[in-house]
T-cell receptor, first 115, second 116 residues
Framework: DAKTTQPPSMDCAEGRAANLPCNHSTISGNEYVYWYRQIHSQGPQYIIH???NNETNEMASLIITEDRKSSTLILPHATLRDTAVYYCIVRVAGGLRTSYDKVIFGPGTSLSVIP | KAGVTQTPRYLIKTRGQQVTLSCSPISGHRSVSWYQQTPGQGLQFLFE???????NKGNFPGRFSGRQFSNSRSEMNVSTLELGDSALYLC???????????????FGEGSRLTVL
């Protein structure tokens, strides 16, 4: 089962900020939060990731709560091209390890940006 | 630099046949993982390869298999195709997590398989 839960769908007005929530209450201390998006019929695209600090890149910002049990992806000025399914996943990353985790995707959030 | 390349992009097979899909990872990436995506089940993990060894496997029957070559290119094979195998098959590459990088996945555009 997926380690994350997300709302199935959201709407956002073009030009406004889109805030996509994700719950990951069972996250382990060495697991990062990753966000991907998939535009129809294309491969998923990496957006951003973080461990415990807030992160920002040219695409989005990631806000992780202090207890790390939830996070929010923020698209500051949504455009029609941001209409996609957004996936939040958690996985171990970095450092040496002897086992490899299965990357489990949930159903994601279908974001519709409205003109 | 070039992204993840999957071939073929589209293919049609009939029940009982077998199919082989190919994935060329981003240059320097050593880990390749495969996913099946269907409208009903979403994105499901098939397996992950690193250094020519399968490191993890999802809950799929033995008809689904894969391998990785010394140049990190990977293939997956589905034998005795069933109608339910119709799906988008996605490949993703990444650096080896043990090298201290942060493990983001880079996906190809997928191979869309239709089984008639």
């Amino acid at each position: 089962d997926a380690k994350t839960t997300q709302p199935p769908s959201m709407d956002c007005a073009e030009g406004r900020a889109a805030n996509l929530p994700c719950n990951h209450s069972t996250i382990s201390g060495n697991e990062y939060v990753y966000w991907y998006r998939q535009i129809h019929s294309q491969g998923p695209q990496y957006i951003i990731h973080g461990l415990k600090n807030n992160e920002t890149n040219e695409m989005a910002s990631l806000i992780i709560t202090e207890d790390r049990k939830s996070s929010t992806l923020i698209l500051p000025h949504a455009t029609l091209r941001d209409t996609a399914v957004y996936y939040c996943i958690v996985r171990v990353a970095g450092g040496l390890r002897t086992s490899y985790d299965k990357v489990i995707f949930g159903p994601g959030t279908s974001l519709s940006v409205i003109p | 630099k070039a992204g993840v390349t999957q071939t073929p992009r589209y293919l049609i097979k009939t029940r009982g046949q077998q199919v082989t899909l190919s994935c060329s990872p981003i240059s320097g990436h050593r880990s390749v993982s495969w996913y099946q995506q269907t409208p009903g089940q979403g994105l499901q993990f098939l397996f992950e390869y690193f250094s020519e060894t399968q490191r993890n496997k999802g809950n799929f029957p033995g008809r689904f298999s894969g391998r990785q070559f010394s140049n990190s290119r990977s293939e997956m094979n589905v034998s005795t195709l069933e109608l339910g195998d119709s799906a988008l098959y996605l490949c993703a590459s990444s650096f080896h997590p043990g090298q201290g990088v942060t493990g983001e996945l880079f996906f190809g555009e997928g191979s869309r398989l239709t089984v008639l």
